[in-house]
């Protein structure tokens, strides 16, 4: 066997015996990520660092200590995906007349919804209020929802796209959650 050949093996190689030492190792990889742990694993020259997932709250200083979240949460922290937005959009042919002409604008106006939605049981159940931050060319750039029944919904019109941000309240925690989706404008979005 060549040098090269040997070479190329191991480049090949490397990816499932690395998989294969994780799969092994899972029960206590799992221990160390519910720990709050962080680690890295290096192997011929290629490095993976596995940290927990936690969502970041905003806060005066936009950072929250983690002992701050064990108290607020009564948990280890929020998981990343506890909370998320999703949207859809769609056009209305026969309303674009009505729509340019409130905005002086001659572009296409979608209708954008967007809604606050979790895989987690009950996590809308601790959500106090929702405000969302518009695009600044809106006459009214932030709205705030509250109805948990419709998953704090926001229907408005829009004729670009941008990055809608919004703060999520949640009951018995101090500083809110910032959550932002990227609203791209279909004819026939998905519903949602």
Do not use: C
């Amino acid at each position: 066997m060549t040098p090269e050949f040997l070479s190329a093996l191991a480049d090949i190689a490397w990816p499932g015996l690395f998989l294969g030492l994780v799969f092994y190792l899972r029960r206590e990889l799992r221990q160390l990520l519910d720990s709050g742990a962080e680690f890295a694993f290096e192997f011929m020259g290629n490095s993976l660092t596995v940290k927990p997932s936690k969502a970041i709250t905003a806060g005066e200083d936009a950072m929250e200590t983690e002992q701050e979240l064990i108290l607020e949460t009564g948990a280890k922290g929020i998981p990343a995906d506890y909370l998320y937005l999703k949207h859809t959009s769609f056009l209305r042919q026969d309303r674009q007349a009505e729509f340019q002409a409130r905005t002086q604008l001659e572009f296409p106006h979608y209708d954008i919804r967007v809604i606050v939605d979790s895989y987690y049981k009950g996590a809308l159940d601790r959500v106090d209020r929702v405000e969302y931050f518009l695009h600044e060319s809106y006459p009214e750039p932030i709205r705030v929802r509250t109805s948990k029944e419709d998953k704090f919904l926001l229907k408005e019109v829009a004729n670009g796209e941008y990055v809608l941000q919004a703060r999520v309240f949640l009951n018995g925690q101090r500083h809110p959650i910032v959550l932002q989706r990227y609203l791209s404008l279909w004819e026939t979005g998905p519903r949602i």
